[in-house]
C-alpha cells in the first residue's frame, strides 16, 4: 500500500513539473482559427503589436494588421486542417509549432505566447511554406 503511495505521489510531482516547463497552452480559439481559416478568432489572442511572418510578409504590425495579412493567406490558401506537432516553454512564455495543411501544400506555423496580465498572448506567429 506505501508503494502505491509513493508512486501516486511521484506522478503527481512529474505532472506538476511538465505543467511548469511546457508554460501556456496554446489559446483554444487560436486553435480552431487556424483550423477554419477563421483570422478574427485567430487574432483574438494577439498582442497588440506582433512579429508576423507570412510568405513575403515579414514585419511587426499592430493586431489589426495582421488580422488583415493572415485574412488574406486564408483567402488564398484556404485550411484544411491545423495538426499541433510540439509545444514547450516555461511559465511566462511558451511556443508552439504545427502544420496547416491546405489543398495541395503544407506549411510549418510558429507560435510565441506569453502571459501579459493573466492572459495568453500571440507575440510572435511565423506561417512558412514546408518544403517537400
Do not use: C, W
Not at 487574432?43 to 489589426?64: G, H, M, P
Request: proline residues 2%; aromatic residues 10%; hydrophobic residues 40%.
Amino acid at each position: 500500500m506505501r508503494r502505491i503511495k509513493n508512486i501516486v505521489l511521484l506522478i503527481m510531482f512529474l505532472f506538476s513539473v511538465s505543467i511548469s516547463v511546457f508554460g501556456q497552452k496554446v489559446p483554444e480559439n487560436v486553435l480552431m482559427g487556424l483550423k477554419t481559416g477563421n483570422a478574427q478568432e485567430l487574432s483574438k489572442n494577439f498582442s497588440d503589436n506582433i512579429e508576423l511572418v507570412v510568405l513575403d510578409n515579414d514585419n511587426v504590425y499592430s493586431k489589426a494588421h495582421a488580422q488583415q495579412i493572415v485574412a488574406d493567406f486564408f483567402k488564398d490558401y484556404p485550411p484544411q486542417d491545423f495538426t499541433l506537432i510540439h509545444q514547450g516553454g516555461k511559465e511566462e512564455a511558451s511556443y508552439a509549432i504545427g502544420n496547416l495543411h491546405v489543398e495541395n501544400e503544407k506549411f510549418r506555423v510558429y507560435f510565441l505566447i506569453k502571459t501579459n496580465n493573466g492572459q495568453s498572448l500571440v507575440y510572435q506567429l511565423r506561417i512558412e511554406r514546408q518544403t517537400k
